[in-house]
């Protein structure tokens, strides 16, 4: 997708590139990469998506499919392939190719999941991605809880001072997570899943996505059936100021590699 440069506080940020395809003979690749500052916290100043002419022909084309379930001609409004509440405001895919029933339903589900997911909470927070509509980032530990004010100002509360400690402008917390496990750990990789599946369409387009060798994705994410699913995280090569969403396909072997640095 492709948008004209936006203001943010007063700073014209040229928009983040388009979806790259980087396949070659043996492997699809995808990559889809902005910066921090194509993320601002004034709701206001968000922009509009805008498709490029190809997704449009992708999304008219005749005999078409929902990306996910395989509905025959959907109707549906544009699908984020990253939630907006994590930012992305710019990888977006064209109504009338993901039906209602999956957009609003599993779809928005696992977007909501993925927000809940203890890093991605606490990221948010500490650099103050709101909601869609503005909501202030939250995220919420056994032993304290760490929100943004409507006015943009950290708060932190814990049930004892020996968890969270101020020194001038150095915020020290020690975090006890009791939502990672094995539960978390695969509703994350169904949401990568479905955000991997949405890159590759805005990347290669519906020739590529509505392969049989991507069914057991569509099956992950809609959680029809079994599907061996791994999920790991750790430190991200790239800078901390990067948002970036790569996809990895081996054309000789099914499987999709997701990774997502936030």
Known sequence: TASAPT??????VAPPMPVLDLSNDRFVV???????????????????????????QWAALP?????????????????????VS????????????????????PL??????????????????LTNIPGRKGQP????????????TA?????????????AAIDDDLLTAQVKWTNIGPSQWKVTARALMKVGLGVLWLAKGPHETFQSRYDHVRDAVLHRAPVPLKHGFGNSTFPNHALVVQVIS???QTGLLVSLHY
Request: hydrophobic share 30%; glycine share 6%; with cysteine.
């Open 7 to 12: 203001r943010f506080e007063g700073v014209t």
């Open 30 to 56: 995808a990559t889809a990469m902005a910066a921090r500052q194509h993320v601002s916290p004034d709701v206001s100043s968000r922009p509009r998506s805008i498709y490029g002419p190809e997704h449009r």
């Open 108 to 125: 928005a589900e696992l977007d909501e999941r993925l927000k809940a997911h203890p890093f991605i909470a606490l990221t948010r927070t």
């Open 137 to 148: 980032p939250v995220v919420k530990a056994s032993n304290l809880n760490m929100h943004r």
């Open 63 to 83: 005999e078409r499919r929902c990306l996910y379930c395989g509905t025959p001609d959907p109707e549906g409004s544009e699908e984020h392939v990253l939630g």
């Open 86 to 105: 994590l930012g992305n405001w710019w990888w977006v895919i064209p109504p009338d190719v993901v039906c209602h029933e999956c957009n609003h339903g």
């Open 250 to 252: 081996d054309r000789l």
């Open 151 to 163: 006015e943009g100002n950290l708060q932190v509360e814990t049930n004892h001072p020996r968890h």
